[in-house]
């Protein structure tokens, strides 16, 4: 298989069959691809190839240049990092929102402490009287 029909099995494979799409995703005109791969087969540039990798995560390069092995491969490296930024940008949303109800809480605790000071000094002002009222009462008697 040469590497202009691997260009034209990534197309069929992965884009559907769609020349269009293809160019569009790597970045060059819908004439590049059909250079490649049209009638006049000719061979791709360094800089498509390079569009190519970049632009395809899981492409094995060493398929696309010479053949062999799959034309795909697992998870590369920039895949599994953009899998553990989306990860952490989830993190760093989840510790956001803890954060901020950690704050509610807290506000919420403040407020009841204040209700509960202020119950003990009412408590505190009526045990008074109730001291006061019971020493007239003894007077009294």
């Known amino acids: 298989m040469t590497i202009n029909e691997r260009i034209e099995e990534i197309i069929k494979t992965l884009f559907n069959g769609k020349k269009s799409r293809f160019a569009s995703q790597i970045g060059v005109s819908p004439t590049v691809i059909e250079n490649i791969v049209g009638t006049r087969k000719g061979n791709p540039s360094f800089g498509v190839l390079e569009k190519i ?49 950690t704050d509610t809480l807290g506000t919420l605790l403040e407020s009841k402490q204040e209700t509960i000071d202020s119950q003990r000094e009412t408590i505190r002002l009526q045990q008074s009287k109730i001291l006061e009222l019971e020493e007239k009462l003894k007077s009294n008697l």
């Open 53 to 101: 990798a970049f632009a395809i995560e899981n492409i094995n390069l060493d398929w696309l240049l010479t053949g062999r092995g799959k034309m795909t491969v697992e998870q590369t490296s920039r895949s599994k990092k953009n899998e553990n930024d989306s990860i952490i940008t989830e993190l760093r949303e989840n510790i956001d929102k803890i954060s901020k109800e």
